[in-house]
């Protein structure tokens, strides 16, 4: 098939814009304002330079790491994505049992479109985890929490670059509305995707996280329902109501990296979203060496934003991540399959990563480390 045919993430992405309404492709595809920070993001990974080893014994090259505590087939984690039904009508679902069986941490958004119950009893054998923005009702916020903790989820990744919506101007012109309309701007772009338009008219409709009177556009509800006040204080209130894990994600500084190792989170995901938030804001695979440096010893680090491919891992790794998060790159293959697109991208940065490793004489994923890379 032309899933299995494909031979990189990138491949994916195109069968992905050919089979999803434009508007749906851009959602997931686009960022914020110039997206200047999704094209540094890559830019940073194409600046990566190598150092391999030679004349190693890299005969296989085990790609197992332990992240909060536990082991992972490799150092990814597929990260929290909104309304994952929209780029599939199997969403989360597919997107778990993905994960499952190839080992690796899913992330549930408190924006999903799939219940945590539903979510954990697809992939009951996985090691799924739950992401929480804030919101404004505080009850809302421990009722959430406590349905993805009775789901088994026991990992908290608390989300803090979302105070307000980003400006995601694809979106904007589009007139994205969430779930998608079919309007007359729309109707003729269906002609061309009858096959996910048939998908999504006759799968059950989207439910998402709302509030009353929300508008249609996402950035209105966003601005509506999120919690724009919260800070660093919140934690102990969210820490308190959560009996597991806690990561926080969307740090950007290396002070602010400092303060969360000094209040004890279990980990710093740092990440710009996607540069789908704040434009301009800096490059995570550039920060990643300071934080690390400045709290690697107290905390788990992870860097979230623009990998495409196992080489990206690896080098994520070798400057001293402890996993990568990825998010467009799992919803490329959703929007382009379903939950055999997605399998097939875990396979390719699985295969891209042992062979990377080889490559670089590093026998083992664990013995990346700053002397075989840098960044040009
Ligand atoms: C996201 N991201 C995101 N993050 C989060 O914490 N909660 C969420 O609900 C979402 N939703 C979401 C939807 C879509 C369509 C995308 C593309 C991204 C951000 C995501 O978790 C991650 O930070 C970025 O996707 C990382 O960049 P890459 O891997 O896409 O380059």
New binding site residues.
Partial sequence: SRIADAADVADLRLLARRRAPRMVFD??DGAAEGELSMAR?REAFARVEFSPRVLRDVGDAPTAVEVLGRRIAMPVVL????FTRMMHRDGERAVARAAERAGVPYTL???GTTPAADVAAAAPGGWNWF?L?AVRDRARNLDTLAQARVAGMDVLVV?VDVPVAGARLRDVRHGLTIPPALRWRSVLQAVWRPAWWFDFLTSEPLRFATVDDAPPDLAGLTNKMFDPSVTVRDLEWIRSAWNGRLVV?GVQRVDDAEELAAVGVDGIVV?N??G?QLDRAVTPLELLPRVVEAVGERTEVFL????RSGADVAAAVALGARAC?????Y?YGLMAGGEPGVRRVLELLRAELVRTLQLLGVGDVGGLGPDVVRLR
Avoid: N
């Fill in positions: 959602y997931v993001a990260g929290p994505t909104g958004s408190t924006m992401q923005y989300t994600k990440s979203h996607g789908r979230d934003g623009g990998v998060f990825v998010g467009r790159a919803l």
